[in-house]
């Protein structure tokens, strides 16, 4: 059969997918194209890959092998181009920065500011996601984000430190809390309140910090922000049932890309720039960064 990456993504699309109109909005192909590559393959290779079934495609046992190279085979193809991006790569150009819905509120307009007057020529995409985006597969060059730590497919640097405190709505009385859901249920906070709080005098749940802020504003619930959100708010009040703690902020790159000079010299300033919010972001002093 012939060797066509470009037929195997459709496939490890599909794998992981576990369907054909999954693979086809991962792709950004029509369902029709996913259909025909993977017949365009199975017919190659003299072999069904997939059990299909109304409820998905599913991978037999004796096929995972194949998939699992095909994962393989992915990720070689996606060094390739982070090693290609990173000879290519000028000292201007576009740059892609990750963050949360929080940074972007509240952190990164300072920064971004202090980035442009070092670097003019350099242009920002911002992506705003609490979800970790995959720098493996370059959706982003640079990860600004809160974490205990880093995993091992990232290197980068803590300049500061993001505090964390439980918040009401000023004069408010209760004991209803407001969970964190989605990508925040991975979170330090969320964890304190997993152990600390009974589920049924959780009232509600988001998935956002600013949502929550907004929540407890409304009198729906205490729950735990950032101090950078609830510290400069005044409608809102700091309560004594949580201890405030923090986590470190992590300006980070995926290892192939770490030395590319634009994306290293991005990081820098970054760090720079929250070096000198680490006050703020820590809760030492009040405001919105």
């Known amino acids: 059969m012939r060797d066509n990456w470009d037929d195997l993504r459709f496939v490890l699309a599909v794998a992981e997918e576990g369907s054909v109109s999954g693979a086809a909005r991962r792709l950004g192909v029509n369902h029709a194209t996913v259909l025909r590559r993977i017949a365009v393959f199975e017919g190659a290779a003299r072999v069904a890959l997939f059990d299909k079934s109304p409820h998905g495609y599913d991978v037999p046992p004796m096929q995972r092998g194949i998939i699992e190279a095909a994962r393989e085979v992915e990720q070689a193809v996606q060094a390739v181009r982070r090693v290609l991006q990173g000879v290519r790569a000028p000292l201007s150009g576009e740059i892609r920065v990750t963050t949360t819905d929080t940074f972007c509120l509240c952190v990164m307009p300072e920064v971004l500011s202090r980035l442009r007057r070092a670097a003019p020529d350099l242009k920002v995409e911002l992506i705003c996601s609490n979800a970790h985006a995959d ?155």
């Open 135 to 289: 720098l493996a597969r370059t959706q982003a060059e640079i990860a600004v984000r809160p974490a205990q730590q880093l995993p091992d497919e990232l290197i980068g640097e803590s300049p500061a430190r993001l505090g964390f405190a439980a918040f009401r709505t000023r004069g408010g009385e209760g004991e209803d809390w407001l969970g964190l859901s989605g990508a925040l249920s991975r979170s330090l906070p969320a964890r304190w309140i997993a152990a600390n709080v009974e589920p049924d005098r959780i009232a509600a749940a988001a998935d956002s910090f600013p949502v929550l802020k907004e929540m407890v504003a409304g009198g729906l619930g205490q729950t735990i922000l950032p101090m950078i959100l609830g510290a400069g708010d005044p409608r809102l009040e700091s309560v004594a049932a949580y201890a405030p703690t923090s986590v470190p902020i992590w300006v980070a790159s995926h290892t192939d890309l770490a030395q590319v000079p634009r994306i290293a010299e991005a990081r820098r300033i970054f760090c720079d720039a929250l070096s000198a919010l680490a006050p703020r972001l820590l809760g030492e002093v009040q405001g919105a960064a």
